[in-house]
């Protein structure tokens, strides 16, 4: 048995015309703004493509970020070296699209983006995500992300951890 999707690295021979999560400030950023943001490099983006109709049926961005080292949970700050900043891969966005929801391909493309963070040659501590209503909270929250700093849906997942 073959996999359904195959996640790849966005390019300009990917059509992003008909993707539809639902969720229109994730769409039309997908839509519209993704590429200039890529072509800056300011992040990377991340595209699961239907192995037999070549529709993207997810995407996700990755960027290099830190946070405060006073924000990060005691029980993990005090194996950090004393910086101001621990630098984290940022998860910036995250979508499915609306036909295939509920078929865990949420859960895999956040696997993918936690195994590039660990394979990545630029050391970072954590994924670090800043969920955009308590929905997506709770699916970072499910898959063992920690809340942490001043706002109730910033999250850190330290990469030491295993997803759930």
Same mark, same amino acid.
């Given at each position: 048995?073959?996999?359904?999707?195959?996640? +790849?690295?966005?390019?300009?021979?990917?059509?992003?015309?008909?993707?539809?999560?639902?969720?229109?400030? $994730? @769409?039309?950023?997908?839509? +519209?703004?993704?590429?200039? @943001?890529?072509?800056?490099?300011?992040?990377?983006?991340?595209?699961?493509?239907?192995?037999?109709?070549?529709?993207?049926?997810?995407?996700?961005?990755?960027?290099?970020?830190?946070?405060?080292?006073? +924000?990060?949970?005691?029980?993990?700050?005090?194996?950090?070296?004393?910086?101001?900043?621990?630098?984290?891969?940022?998860?910036?966005? #995250?979508?499915?699209?609306?036909?295939?929801?509920?078929?865990?391909?949420?859960?895999? #493309?956040?696997?993918?983006? %936690?195994?590039?963070?660990?394979?990545?040659?630029?050391?970072? %501590?954590?994924?670090?995500?800043?969920?955009?209503? @308590?929905?997506?909270?709770? %699916?970072? $929250?499910?898959?063992?992300?920690?809340?942490?700093?001043?706002?109730?849906?910033? #999250?850190?997942?330290?990469?030491?951890?295993?997803?759930?």
């Amino acid at each position: 048995m073959t996999a359904r999707y195959r996640i +790849e690295t966005l390019t300009s021979q990917h059509d992003r015309s008909g993707f539809l999560s639902g969720v229109e400030p $994730l @769409d039309q950023y997908f839509r +519209e703004r993704v590429s200039q @943001d890529v072509r800056r490099r300011v992040t990377a983006c991340y595209v699961a493509v239907d192995n037999v109709t070549a529709i993207i049926a997810g995407y996700y961005t990755l960027a290099a970020s830190s946070v405060p080292l006073a +924000e990060v949970p005691a029980a993990l700050s005090k194996r950090l070296p004393r910086y101001h900043t621990v630098p984290v891969a940022r998860l910036g966005r #995250l979508a499915v699209h609306q036909d295939v929801r509920g078929q865990k391909l949420g859960a895999a #493309l956040l696997w993918d983006a %936690f195994t590039r963070a660990m394979r990545s040659e630029v050391a970072v %501590f954590a994924l670090v995500v800043d969920a955009k209503d @308590d929905q997506a909270a709770n %699916f970072y $929250l499910h898959h063992g992300f920690i809340t942490f700093g001043s706002l109730k849906q910033q #999250l850190l997942l330290p990469l030491t951890k295993q997803l759930h």
